[in-house]
């Protein structure tokens, strides 16, 4: 029997959403390119790549032919005391894209659960070097790291969307970017203060994410490395958001010549297909946990990690990186994200203009009249979601020059009409 469609019941609990006063959602039938369209055939220029994820646009049909050739001859097997092909072949392909000293892939299913197991990698490392002590991390002002238990904790406990929650997670320690060396000081010190309990350091590197969207340069992070080199903490990259060509390299790592301990990577992993992280460790860190004793093992396995399906379409995405995209093209979204939204720069109630590779960021004051600003590019023809103190963008990597443009034109003209309506 089938049952009508009905947008925005309250059976479904949703994200980021006061249930009781949020709008209907948005009824979508299908996507392709870098357009959703909506129940009632509206189509929209997605401005989101579904939170970065999309990288190449949807249904490319590259990606959707493996997915179904893998779904019709293995479409999940558990991972335990099994392997098969399509992960075998996406670790080894992950592991020549890295530095060589990143060469250990663990699957999972989510970006928040891949940071959850570069925390559980970091303090096992620590208690099998004899230093069980080691159990708290440091992370920085304006970090989002994800929203289960563990990555909360790392999130800014202050500014950040889980600050009402500090009472029922564990307690880590927080510092400001070290953007200069004052500041790089302070983290210093930090560390000291603290270096009997640090297990390691996480920072997303070049631009943090759901904090704010906030960007530094390749010398904080370098800053950062040499602080846990002084003090032989490790360092932690979160990639989920940046990895992938989003910020104008394959990997921001690889614009900061800083190679991590472990690495976390997702969202973009799959193309916006099938959910899929990993976290990758170095050498030294894996090596601790190689032993003749069982309970050294690593005791952790998300029950769809390696799905086949989803490891197909990270190998199909990585076809396509190979073949079809250029770094350019990043670049060049970049300048155009550049030029066409630095006239917001001038309006009420703006504090910067910002972009870096495929992300444009126009941070305002004070965002007001939020689902009516959402609702405003709905009817422009644009799917966007401001949050927090940001208007930004993060357009799929293939995305026309045409389409581009004319989302850049129509993120100015509803900025413009808002920022004139809500001046004091």
Same mark, same amino acid.
């Given at each position: 029997?089938?049952?009508?469609?009905?947008?925005?019941?309250?059976?479904?609990?949703?994200?980021?959403?006061?249930?009781?006063?949020?709008?209907?959602p948005?009824?979508?039938?299908?996507?392709?390119?870098?357009?959703i369209?909506?129940?009632?055939?509206?189509?929209?220029?997605?401005a989101?790549?579904?939170?970065?994820?999309?990288?190449?646009?949807?249904?490319?049909?590259?990606?959707?032919?493996?997915?179904?050739?893998?779904?019709?001859?293995?479409?999940?097997?558990?991972?335990?005391?099994?392997?098969h092909e399509?992960?075998?072949?996406?670790?080894?392909?992950?592991?020549?894209?890295?530095?060589?000293? *990143?060469?250990?892939?663990?699957?999972? !299913?989510?970006?928040? @659960?891949?940071? &959850?197991?570069?925390?559980?990698? %970091?303090? =096992?490392?620590?208690?099998?070097?004899?230093?069980?002590?080691?159990?708290?991390?440091?992370?920085?002002?304006?970090?989002?790291?994800?929203?289960?238990?563990?990555?909360?904790?790392?999130?800014?406990?202050?500014?950040?969307?889980?600050?009402?929650?500090?009472?029922?997670?564990?307690s880590?320690?927080?510092?400001?970017?070290?953007?200069?060396?004052?500041?790089?000081?302070?983290?210093?010190? *930090?560390?000291?203060?603290?270096?009997? !309990?640090?297990?390691? @350091?996480?920072? &997303?590197?070049?631009?943090?994410? %759901?904090? =704010?969207?906030?960007?530094?340069?390749?010398?904080?992070?370098?800053?950062?490395?040499?602080?846990?080199?002084?003090?032989?903490?490790?360092?932690?990259?979160?990639?989920?958001?940046?990895?992938?060509?989003?910020?104008?390299?394959?990997?921001?790592?690889?614009?900061?010549?800083?190679?991590?301990?472990?690495?976390?990577?997702?969202?973009?992993?799959?193309?916006?297909?099938?959910?899929?992280?990993?976290?990758i460790?170095?050498?030294?860190?894996?090596?601790?946990?190689?032993s003749?004793?069982?309970?050294?093992?690593?005791?952790?396995?998300?029950?769809?990690?390696?799905?086949?399906?989803?490891c197909?379409?990270?190998?199909?995405?990585?076809?396509?990186?190979?073949?079809?995209f250029?770094?350019?093209?990043?670049?060049?979204?970049?300048?155009?994200?550049?030029?066409?939204?630095?006239?917001?720069?001038?309006?009420?109630g703006?504090?910067?203009?910002?972009?870096?590779?495929?992300?444009?960021?126009?941070?305002?004051?004070?965002?007001?009249e939020?689902?009516?600003?959402?609702?405003?590019?709905?009817?422009?023809?644009?799917?966007?979601?401001?949050?927090?103190?940001?208007?930004?963008?993060?357009?799929?990597?293939?995305?026309?020059?045409?389409?581009?443009?004319?989302?850049t034109?129509?993120?100015?003209?509803?900025?413009?009409?808002?920022?004139?309506?809500?001046?004091?």
């Amino acid at each position: 029997m089938t049952r009508p469609f009905v947008a925005g019941s309250d059976t479904i609990w949703r994200p980021y959403s006061q249930m009781k006063t949020a709008p209907p959602p948005l009824p979508i039938a299908r996507t392709f390119g870098s357009r959703i369209e909506t129940q009632d055939g509206r189509l929209l220029i997605d401005a989101m790549a579904s939170w970065w994820s999309a990288c190449h646009g949807y249904n490319h049909p590259v990606i959707v032919d493996a997915v179904q050739r893998q779904s019709a001859q293995m479409p999940h097997v558990m991972f335990g005391g099994i392997t098969h092909e399509p992960a075998e072949t996406l670790a080894a392909r992950l592991v020549a894209m890295l530095p060589p000293t *990143l060469k250990h892939v663990f699957f999972a !299913d989510s970006g928040s @659960v891949a940071v &959850e197991i570069a925390m559980k990698m %970091a303090i =096992g490392y620590w208690r099998r070097r004899g230093q069980p002590s080691r159990t708290r991390f440091v992370a920085f002002r304006n970090a989002y790291h994800g929203d289960t238990t563990g990555a909360m904790s790392l999130c800014d406990p202050q500014r950040g969307m889980h600050a009402s929650y500090g009472g029922g997670i564990v307690s880590q320690r927080h510092a400001e970017l070290p953007t200069d060396p004052i500041l790089e000081q302070a983290l210093d010190d *930090l560390i000291s203060q603290h270096e009997g !309990d640090i297990a390691g @350091v996480f920072i &997303e590197p070049l631009v943090q994410g %759901a904090g =704010g969207m906030r960007f530094h340069d390749a010398d904080t992070v370098r800053r950062v490395r040499a602080a846990c080199d002084r003090h032989d903490v490790l360092l932690i990259f979160d990639e989920i958001a940046t990895g992938f060509g989003r910020t104008g390299t394959m990997f921001a790592m690889d614009a900061t010549e800083v190679v991590p301990d472990v690495v976390c990577v997702g969202k973009a992993l799959t193309a916006g297909t099938i959910p899929m992280a990993a976290t990758i460790a170095s050498d030294d860190v894996f090596e601790a946990f190689w032993s003749d004793q069982a309970s050294d093992a690593f005791m952790h396995g998300p029950t769809f990690m390696a799905n086949p399906m989803a490891c197909a379409a990270a190998n199909a995405s990585l076809d396509v990186f190979e073949t079809e995209f250029e770094q350019t093209q990043v670049h060049e979204i970049e300048q155009t994200l550049n030029e066409s939204l630095r006239p917001c720069q001038d309006l009420p109630g703006i504090v910067d203009v910002r972009c870096r590779g495929g992300i444009g960021v126009i941070q305002v004051e004070s965002l007001t009249e939020l689902d009516r600003l959402r609702q405003d590019f709905i009817d422009v023809g644009i799917w966007i979601r401001p949050f927090g103190d940001c208007i930004y963008t993060t357009p799929c990597l293939n995305i026309s020059q045409q389409d581009l443009l004319e989302l850049t034109s129509s993120i100015v003209d509803v900025t413009t009409t808002w920022a004139h309506r809500v001046a004091p």
